[in-house]
């Protein structure tokens, strides 16, 4: 039984994957355990953890491979800022010295930091697979399909910013791709630059806020920006960006092309000509995707659709994408981001060495992206007496009734079981739970829970037997990974003043029999949940339905805005002690608010940044 160890680091979101005979068994991020959101450092903490959580010594793995190949990196830096003499040379040579420390001699760096692990690690049993066909593989090698087209988008890997492949059983052939300095995760975090979000964070916010804004700058961008052609091939006009020769993202050209400065979040608030330009962007987005993704359906008339990279992760876009119908079957990776590498590295160096065939499934072999720590009982136990909590102990059944009936009374609910999930989601292990009901609920999670901006989205968690009842989307989703519509019989008629209202005012008015989950536009980004991957969270909104005749539940992740998903019973307790949550379940253990002992109530939300 071959065992490989797949890691991603030095960018940002760093994780390591194990796979054994083929089959991921754990998957972890380095910034669950580090507390610090989208870690880049070495993954020594995820590590440590796939090989303790299987009985293993660094020395026993056949292979260990890396995401990417550090050396093609640095060459097409070095040839980017030496072409943009005097600018980027001089901005190379200020940050020299970090790269000849921390990325020319990464290998090294790898090698050095492994052997801290296991002073006995052999050296030649680390290899490397390059950043976009790791995407690649992460997207095709879990999905259900025996052939698929795979779309890659993301900022940059090595050269490549948009990859299509090509897979077929057990082999991936890439096609082709477009290359550094053309990239669209890198267009869109310019804008989130520009709109005041911090960049390789903030990205989902601008998604968040378009739908508060109209599309008037589009063509704008379009005709400056972007030279889009028909098959969805673009390149970027390079005069309006400073990515190449600088530490900023846009410049003064930029600017002056909307007429405004890019926002400065600690003294400008968001205005309706941010809510404008980001509608703007994702209007962008969505044109060269569909272009593109038209373009391919029709050229190599595959029915299957695999995508990974970064910008994978816009649901609106992949709603969008199922709207038009052009592929038959679409499956995205649950952490296409640069987390995601580290299952596809692996997996890319498994069919390639060990394997000669691809078992095919009906469902994806990703196992719900629930690949990472869990708890037993006597562990929590043992933690909640530690830190002196006042707790009730019941069995699975009562846990489930009464944290249901508790939900149905508006109480905000912290929600911890089982494995933590892989990838940027939380999808009911590591959840904040809510009544979808509550007109009140986005408004008050947002401000006094998660202490974030008013106008972020919520998600839909509904069981996936009832899907079609609610959301006109007829596909798993159980991966929050596709936004569709609430269908009309759930909406509310708007009155002809709310009809006119916009920006931020549109949030407050009740659009459905579940506002808190629904969208501006009537939109949810929808997460289904089935009972063959996470029983005991489909047993809880069974219950609630049965109580309210609503079969789904407000699911955000469990942490407030800068902080990485809690993954320990410690880290759910500090997050439920300094957010105005009212309770706290963890496995069997149900922790009441009112119980508590003020002395462990904390100054939560000042230890972590602003996205």
Not at 93 to 112: A, C, H, M, T
Not at 144 to 160: F, K, N, Q, R
Not at 359 to 385: C, R
Not at 462 to 470: D, F, P, Q, V
Request: charged share 25%.
């Amino acid at each position: 039984m071959p065992k490989i160890l797949g890691i991603s680091a030095y960018y940002h979101d760093s994780a390591a994957c194990l796979l054994i005979d083929g089959k991921i068994v754990s998957a972890v991020q380095e910034e669950r355990f580090t507390r610090i959101k989208h870690d880049e450092n070495f993954p020594l903490n995820a590590i440590n953890f796939v090989l303790t959580e299987n009985k293993l010594n660094l020395n026993e793995l056949d292979e260990i491979v890396f995401y990417e190949k550090p050396f093609i990196k640095f060459e097409r830096l070095l040839e980017t800022y030496l072409s943009e003499t005097p600018l980027g040379f001089s901005f190379f040579f200020k940050s020299l010295p970090i790269w000849i420390k921390e990325k020319l001699f990464q290998k090294k760096l790898l090698i050095d930091s492994l052997k801290k692990i296991d002073r006995n690690f052999n050296k030649k049993k680390l290899k490397f697979s390059e950043h976009h066909f790791s995407h690649a593989a992460s997207a095709f090698f879990p999905s259900p399909y025996e052939e698929a087209i795979i779309l890659t988008i993301d900022g940059v890997g090595e050269w490549s910013t948009t990859s299509l492949a090509i897979g077929k059983n057990n082999k991936i052939e890439l096609i082709k791709e477009i290359n550094f300095p053309h990239s669209l995760g890198l267009l869109y975090s310019a804008f989130t630059y520009y709109l005041g979000f911090k960049v390789n964070s903030g990205e989902y916010k601008v998604m968040g806020l378009a739908p508060y804004g109209s599309p008037k700058y589009s063509n704008l961008i379009l005709n400056n920006i972007v030279d889009l052609k028909e098959d969805g091939s673009f390149r970027l006009n390079m005069d309006y960006f400073n990515y190449t020769k600088g530490l900023t993202m846009t410049n003064n050209k930029f600017n002056s092309l909307f007429k405004f400065k890019n926002r400065h979040p600690n003294n400008e608030k968001l205005n309706q000509f941010h809510m404008d330009i980001a509608a703007s962007l994702q209007k962008v987005l969505e044109t060269i995707i569909l272009k593109l993704t038209k373009s391919i359906a029709n050229k190599y008339n595959i029915k299957n659709l695999c995508l990974a990279g970064g910008v994978a992760l816009n649901c609106v876009a992949n709603g969008k994408i199922l709207q038009e119908k052009v592929f038959e079957n679409v499956w995205v990776q649950p952490a296409s981001g640069d987390a995601g590498g580290s299952i596809g590295a692996a997996y890319a160096l498994w069919f390639d060495k060990y394997s000669s065939s691809r078992v095919i499934q009906n469902q994806d072999t990703m196992q719900g992206s629930y690949l990472g720590p869990s708890f037993s009982n006597e562990q929590i136990k043992d933690t909640l007496d530690k830190i002196g909590v006042k707790y009730k102990s019941l069995d699975t059944a009562n846990v489930i009734s009464i944290t249901a009936k508790e939900l149905s009374n508006g109480k905000a609910i912290g929600w911890f079981q089982g494995k933590m999930e892989f990838g940027p989601r939380a999808l009911g292990n590591r959840s904040i739970l809510a009544d979808p009901r509550n007109e009140f609920m986005q408004k008050n999670l947002n401000l006094k829970v998660k202490f974030r901006e008013s106008f972020r989205p919520f998600a839909p968690a509904i069981i996936r037997e009832e899907l079609e009842n609610w959301f006109d989307l007829h596909i798993d989703s159980p991966y929050m990974l596709f936004v569709s519509n609430v269908l009309k019989k759930h909406c509310l008629e708007m009155s002809d003043y709310e009809k006119e209202l916009f920006g931020i005012d549109k949030l407050n008015i009740r659009r459905s029999k579940i506002p808190a989950i629904t969208h501006v536009d009537y939109s949810a980004r929808i997460q289904t949940v089935h009972r063959e991957t996470n029983e005991k969270f489909h047993s809880l909104i069974n219950e609630f339905n049965r109580i309210t005749n609503c079969p789904i539940l407000v699911n955000t992740s469990f942490n407030i805005r800068g902080e990485p998903i809690v993954c320990t019973p410690e880290d759910a307790y500090r997050c439920f002690m300094g957010t105005n949550l009212d309770i706290l379940v963890i496995e069997n253990f149900i922790i009441f608010k009112k119980d508590q002992v003020s002395e462990l109530n904390v100054n939560y939300k000042n230890q972590f940044e602003l996205d």
